[in-house]
């Protein structure tokens, strides 16, 4: 097993060339020589780079705890008999709404 999976070039979309191949660089390292990856190889300016990545990610873990949550609560026996109480026949409808409103803030963002 070899983890030179976890080492592979990020998408030229994300990041810089430089930053490209500074990663490449450091992947050519771990693979030939063994070596542990360096920090300092990083200019400042391509920093926010990796922090936009990282933030992307916050995003994207934080709408699927969203769409999570909201499935699960609404599956959850004490909340359903809460809103057949409330709600009557529209439980489904509330189901249905909150679900709906869940992923149009997940296709926007």
């Given at each position: 097993f070899s983890?030179?999976?976890?080492?592979?070039?990020?998408?030229?979309?994300?990041?810089?060339?430089?930053?490209?191949?500074?990663?490449?660089?450091?992947?050519?390292?771990?693979?030939?020589?063994?070596?542990?990856?360096?920090?300092?190889?990083i200019p400042f300016s391509q920093t926010w780079e990796?922090?936009?990545v990282l933030w992307s990610l916050v995003v994207d873990l934080g709408l699927l705890a969203l769409?999570?949550?909201?499935?699960?609560l609404l599956a959850w026996s004490p909340v359903k008999q809460a809103l057949q109480s409330v709600l009557g026949a529209l439980n489904r409808t509330a189901y249905c709404f909150t679900t709906a409103l869940t992923l149009q803030i997940l296709m926007r963002y």
């Open positions: 983890p030179s999976f976890l080492f592979l070039p990020p998408h030229t979309d994300y990041c810089s060339p430089a930053l490209a191949q500074s990663v490449e660089h450091e992947t050519l390292n771990l693979r030939v020589v063994g070596s542990s990856p360096t920090l300092g190889e990796l922090l936009s769409f999570t949550t909201q499935h699960s």
